[in-house]
């Protein structure tokens, strides 16, 4: 699959082909690594990358954040990242002592990419965080279980 690469310094595009510039080997499988300057035709094509990315290496995705334009509602910035992505606040005042707390699935982790709509009409990905503070749950062919599971 081929890319659009926008060098913000510049301007200039240059065409790249995925596969050689971001991919690594995890548990064994050859994985397409989003990076910046990535473009996609849609916000949708952009999300169903990082999920899909997601799910190879053993992690599952969670919408975290999307900007609107004020005027028409149209989104213009999505942020997506691992489910346990920051903390959990202390609900314990609102809940009151009667409801039993879970333990929480947040640990803090940093992992995430935001996607921008460009003025071309594409959505860029101008940020993406790699690093995970916690194991991933990949199995040995490269696809979690539990994140199958949960996008079926």
Same mark, same amino acid.
């Given at each position: ?6 060098? #913000? ?9 995925? %596969? $050689?510039?971001?991919? #690594? ?22 999300? $169903?990358?990082?999920?899909?990315? +997601? ?29 346990k992505q920051g903390f959990s606040p202390n609900n314990m005042g609102i809940l009151g002592p009667e409801k039993k707390l879970r333990p929480s699935a947040r640990e803090g982790c940093k992992a995430t990419i935001l996607v921008k709509l460009e003025k071309s009409g594409k959505w860029v990905v101008t ?12 199995? +040995? ?8 599971? %949960?996008?079926?």
């Amino acid at each position: 699959m081929d890319f659009v690469v926008v060098d #913000s310094d510049n301007g200039n595009e240059a065409e790249h082909s995925c %596969l $050689e510039e971001s991919t #690594s080997i995890f548990e064994g499988v050859e994985v397409q690594e989003p990076y910046v300057g990535m473009e996609f035709d849609s916000e949708e094509d952009a999300r $169903e990358f990082y999920v899909d990315y +997601a799910r190879r290496i053993g992690f599952v995705v969670r919408i975290m954040q999307r900007r609107r334009f004020g005027i028409d509602g149209r989104t213009l910035a999505r942020r997506l990242g691992c489910n346990k992505q920051g903390f959990s606040p202390n609900n314990m005042g609102i809940l009151g002592p009667e409801k039993k707390l879970r333990p929480s699935a947040r640990e803090g982790c940093k992992a995430t990419i935001l996607v921008k709509l460009e003025k071309s009409g594409k959505w860029v990905v101008t940020r993406f965080v790699k690093d995970h503070n916690h194991p991933l749950i990949a199995t +040995a062919n490269g696809f979690s279980t539990a994140v199958s599971f %949960l996008l079926v």
